[in-house]
């Protein structure tokens, strides 16, 4: 199965200790959520738990806290200690950036191991959160459309 480069850049981030948010970003349709599942197949650093805003009933900040409690559980569960939370499309959620502001800043209080990656479509949406609420807790790795090597 192919791989982007990108897949070998986020397990390297995931497998150092936690530090920032990683965040995937780019246009549509570029294989950010595919990236991202590669990764959790391949992930050996214990549990992971996928959760997509794409479904337009699911926009509220209580569901993003279930999936970050859910992520936690897993956590717990884990045999390594360590364990990975992918939200898909997050920039559809209402004030997404402040309420991962808060659930990581509980995660790093409580010294919680778990990742956090973002992976979003829109880049003013995602960029404005980030720029007000997450300021020095994420890191940007860019998903761009496919490059003639690629293909």
Do not use: C
């Not at 965040?23 to 050996?44: C, E, H």
Request: proline letters at 4%; glycine letters at 8%; aromatic letters at 6%.
């Amino acid at each position: 199965m192919f791989q982007r480069a990108q897949v070998s850049v986020l397990q390297q981030r995931l497998q150092e200790p936690r530090r920032f948010i990683q965040i995937l970003s780019g246009p549509r349709q570029t294989g950010k959520t595919t990236i991202a599942r590669q990764v959790m197949d391949s992930w050996k650093g214990g549990g992971a738990h996928y959760a997509s805003a794409d479904e337009p009933t699911l926009q509220n900040e209580a569901w993003l806290g279930q999936q970050w409690e859910l992520a936690r559980l897993r956590l717990r569960d884990s045999s390594t200690g360590e364990a990975i939370l992918v939200l898909d499309e997050v920039q559809k959620l209402p004030r997404w950036s402040e309420t991962v502001k808060r659930l990581w800043d509980e995660d790093t209080l409580a010294q919680r191991p778990l990742k956090v990656v973002l992976l979003g479509s829109s880049a003013l949406l995602l960029s404005r959160g980030l720029t007000e609420s997450l300021a020095g807790r994420f890191e940007i790795l860019p998903v761009t459309h496919w490059g003639l090597s690629e293909m």
